[in-house]
């Protein structure tokens, strides 16, 4: 049997069928890790399940997250990791919250998306 073609075979019936598994980019890892940092590096406030947690604590569930859906090769983009991850309990489905100093309350998916807006304006302007 040719192995070769088997491989080629077996690659192809798996983007036919949409069951190509992909990992995230330099790029991708390199925004997650960031979104990870920025609420780690905060006096900000994690609110999961009802309980409020701080930025070390929030870092390490997300990281956790993280992870487990690496191995899943459930997450490619930062905002896969944001929609999967970093929003709301895959426990509970309730959204997760942020609270910051001096700033309004926002949902977790908000305060993400506004983190990764800011880093990729602050990359295109380098």
């Known amino acids: 049997m040719n192995t070769g073609l088997t491989l080629a075979a077996t690659l192809a019936l798996a983007a036919a069928t949409g069951n190509v598994m992909a990992a995230p980019t330099e790029t991708g890892r ?39 859906l690496l191995k899943k090769d459930k997450v490619d983009t930062a905002e896969q990791f944001i929609e999967r991850a970093a929003s709301r309990s895959s426990m509970s489905g309730q959204p997760y919250r942020i609270a910051c ?23 295109s302007a380098n």
Do not use: M, V
């Open 30 to 68: 390199r925004e997650i890790a960031s979104l990870i940092g920025a609420l780690d590096g905060s006096s900000c406030r994690f609110q999961r399940n009802g309980s409020w947690h701080d930025a070390a604590e929030a870092r390490a569930h997300l990281q956790r997250k993280y992870d487990y």
């Open 101 to 123: 100093p001096g700033q309004p309350e926002l949902t977790a998916a908000s305060w993400f998306g506004a983190r990764l807006q800011a880093l990729r304006t602050r990359g």
